[in-house]
C-alpha cells in the first residue's frame, strides 16, 4: 500500500528565508547522515543561485513525517521567474506562505500570493526570522491578513493557520509565547490543513509536465504530478503536445525523490510528483498519458513577457577574442535550447539572420540567462532592454509595476522627485520608527528601466527597491530617462593614466588604465547632456627631466564598476552591451549602423 501524500509548495517574497527554512525542514527529517557536511541552502544548486543568494529555478524534494510523504517545492520569490512558480502551483495542494517578521508582504508577496488564491490554495503563513532584534510578527500577520482581504481571498483562504519561526535556528511555533524546539509544527500544519491530493487511481493515466530536466544517460527528463491513474516503468505511453498531437512512447525510466537524491521506481499511483524518461520531445504543460486512451489536460497558462530585448552576433573590433561560441547558429541553438525549461522566455527570429528578438518577465529574468551563456563561453552583444506595448480596445498600452521603496528619510524627498520624473504616481507613504520611509508608487515599467543605479546613489546605498508587474494601462507619453551623456574612446589602443588623470573633469570613468578599448567604446559618463568623445590612449612625453615615475603619488577617482545588470539598466536606445565571457563593454553605436536598427 502506498504511503499518504501532501504537495505542498513553498512561496514568498526574494529573501525572506524560502530556502533556509527548506533546509531545517530537511535537517529534521533525518536525510542527512550524522556527521554529514551539510550546506546551506541546498535546495539553491546552480552557481548563480548561491552567489546572488536568490532562488531562480523551482525545484522540489521529499521528506517522511510519520509515515507521510511530504512532497515540498522551493518556488522563487522574485517576480521575474513567475513563470516557474505559476507552473509547479499546479503540482500541489496547499502552499506555505513566508513572511519576514520586520518587513512583513512585500510586492513579491503579492505576487506569489496572487498566483496560489487563484489556484484556490489555502495558504499556511509562517511569520520568519522572529529571533532579529526589534522585529513585530503580530504587526507581520495583521499585514498578511490585509493583503489577503485585498487580493480577493475567500472566507476559508482568510481564516489561515499562522506559525512562527526562525529558519536559522530550526525551529517553529503556534504562538510566540511556546518554548522553541524544533519544525515539528509545522510538519504537523502541513498534515492537518493541506489536504491529501485528488486523484482516482482507477482513471486512465494523465501525468502534467511542468518542469524539464536533462540526464547524459536518460536524455530529457519529465518531472510533474500524476493527476489521475498509475504510472509504471517499462509501459507504453502517450504524450499529447500543445498542438493536441499524440506521439507514442515508452517510459524508459520512472523516478521518485526521497530527500535530495532520486530513487528508482517500478510504479507510482494518482498524487504523487515523478520524473520520468523517455519522451525526447516533450515540452511544460503537455500531458503523458495512456497510448490506447489519450486524455490531455490543459495546459498551463503563463503571463506573457513585458521586456524585449535584441541579441545579435558580435561585431565589435574586438569581437571573436574572447568567446567559444560566437556564430549566429550557435547563439541560436542556444536560445532555443533555453525555450524548452524557461516557459516565460519567447524568442523570435529577425529579419536578419544575426538578430534575435527575445522577450522576458524583467530586467533580472533577462540578466540571468545573459550571464549564463557567457559562463557558457557564448560571445554576442545585446541592445536596450524596451517594454513590450500592446493594443487593448484599440489603445496602445504599456506594462505598469507597483514599486515600493524603503528609504532613508534623508533620500525620501530626492526619490519622490526622480520617480515623479518618470511618470511613477505615489500611492501610500509610511514613516517607520526606526528612521526610515517606506514608499509605494505605480509607474511605466519602461520608468525603472536604469532607476536602480540612480536609486543606489540617491539612497548612499541603504535604500531597499522592489517591484513586480501590476497590468497594462494606456500609454502615459514620452519619459527621460538619462540625463547625462557618455564619454566614448577616440581610438583603438590602452587606456594611460596620464589620460584618464586629464580628463578627470569630464565626468565619470568605467575604466582603469590599461584597459583596451577601441573606437566607439564607452568609458565613462560625460558631466554634461552631450556626448564627449576623448583619445584616452594619450601618453606623456618624457625627457630627461620627467621620468615615468613621476606620477606615482597622483591617485585617481575610483571607476564605477559597470556589472551586467547596471549596463543594461545604463544603455541607451543607440547604444549596446558586448558581452564576452571575460568581459562586458559597453560601446555606442555608429550613425550608419544606427540607421539600420
Known sequence: ???????????????????????????QSGIFREGEDVPTCVMDSNDLERERGITILAKNTAVRYQDTLINIVDTPGHADFGGEVERVLGMVDGCILIVDANEGPMPQT??????ALEKGLRPIV?????????????????????????????????????????????????????????????????????????????????LQVTTLDYSEYLGRIVIGRIHNGVIKAGQQAALVKDTGAVVKGKITKLLGFEGLKRVELNEASAGNIVAVAGFADANIGETVTLADDPQALPLIKVDEPTLQMTFSVNDSPFAGQEGTFVTSRQIRDRLMRELETNV?????????????????RGELHLGILIETMRREGYEFQVSQPQVIYREINGQPCEPYEYLVLDVPEEAVGSSIERLGQRKGEMQDMQTGSNGRTQLEFVIPARGLIGFRGEFIRLSRGEGIMN??????????????TRYNGVITA??????????????????????????????????GESNRPQDVEINICKTKQLTNHRSATGDELVQLQSPVDMSLE?????IGPDELVEITPKSIRLRKLPVKKLAKR
Open 1 to 27: 500500500m502506498s504511503l499518504p501524500i501532501r504537495n505542498v509548495a513553498i512561496i514568498a517574497h526574494v529573501d525572506h528565508g524560502k530556502t533556509t527554512l527548506v533546509d531545517a525542514l530537511l535537517k
Open 110 to 115: 503579492r505576487f506569489v500570493l496572487k498566483k
Open 126 to 206: 509562517v511569520v520568519n526570522k522572529i529571533d532579529r532584534p526589534n522585529v513585530d510578527p503580530n504587526l507581520a500577520v495583521d499585514k498578511v491578513f490585509d493583503l489577503f482581504v485585498e487580493l480577493g481571498a475567500d472566507d476559508d483562504q482568510c481564516d489561515f493557520t499562522t506559525l512562527f519561526a526562525s529558519g536559522m535556528q530550526g525551529f517553529a511555533k503556534e504562538s510566540l509565547e511556546d518554548e522553541d524546539k524544533d519544525m515539528q509544527p509545522l510538519f504537523e500544519a502541513i498534515l492537518h490543513h493541506v489536504p491529501p491530493p485528488a486523484g482516482d487511481v482507477n482513471k486512465p493515466l494523465q
Open 344 to 360: 516565460a522566455l519567447r524568442v523570435e527570429e529577425s529579419d536578419s539572420a544575426e538578430k534575435f528578438l527575445v522577450s522576458g
Open 467 to 480: 517591484h513586480s508587474f501590476l497590468e497594462y494601462r494606456p500609454f502615459s507619453g514620452e519619459l527621460a
Open 490 to 523: 577616440f581610438e583603438e589602443g590602452v587606456a594611460t593614466f596620464y589620460a584618464l588623470k586629464n580628463a578627470e573633469d569630464r565626468g565619470v570613468f568605467f575604466i582603469t588604465p590599461g584597459t583596451k578599448v577601441y573606437k566607439n567604446m564607452i568609458i
Open 566 to 570: 547596471r549596463a543594461l539598466e545604463y
